[in-house]
């Protein structure tokens, strides 16, 4: 698949123009829109600090597609100690960081489209080079999103993934 022809919706009949490859959350689901103005939160579009004791990363969850040399993702946050939250912002400028052992975290974005909820699935973030997102590698168990990050997904799967993020009500009712 090296081109990307987009796809006909089947929720609202439109030609879309793209399949989009990855969707990405805006911040943790804890972080609530009051936080915005406290002094003791963060939201940017990498980090997160919620009340001074809750600390977030945003990462990829990379999903080969079969058949093809792409990969699908989800950009979702990560929820880290205070101490490998402190480490991973002391390296976040610095060469080399990707050399970093990976931190252990909980998967902190609710990707509406998995039964059960993604909530806290247990996660290692790996540091990548500099101005790239860290990579999140599930705990591989049987969760729906664990296997699709092991064995990958079909084209079809991303399209379905589109529509459902393009038209959730749609989805919910299916």
Known sequence: MTSNPGFTCSCCGSHHVELPMNHSAEAPCFWEPSFADSTDCLL????????????????????????SDEVFSWAAWISLSRDNFARSADLWD??????????????STDLFLYTPSTINLKTHVHTRPIGQRPLIELEPTDHPLAVEQRTGITVERVREIAEAVLHPADSESK
């Open 44 to 67: 940017s579009p990498d980090q997160c600090v919620i009340r001074a004791q809750h600390y977030f990363v945003k990462g990829l969850i990379e999903i080969p597609i079969t058949g």
């Open 94 to 107: 610095t060469p080399g960081r990707e050399t970093e052992e990976p931190y252990f975290g909980w998967l």
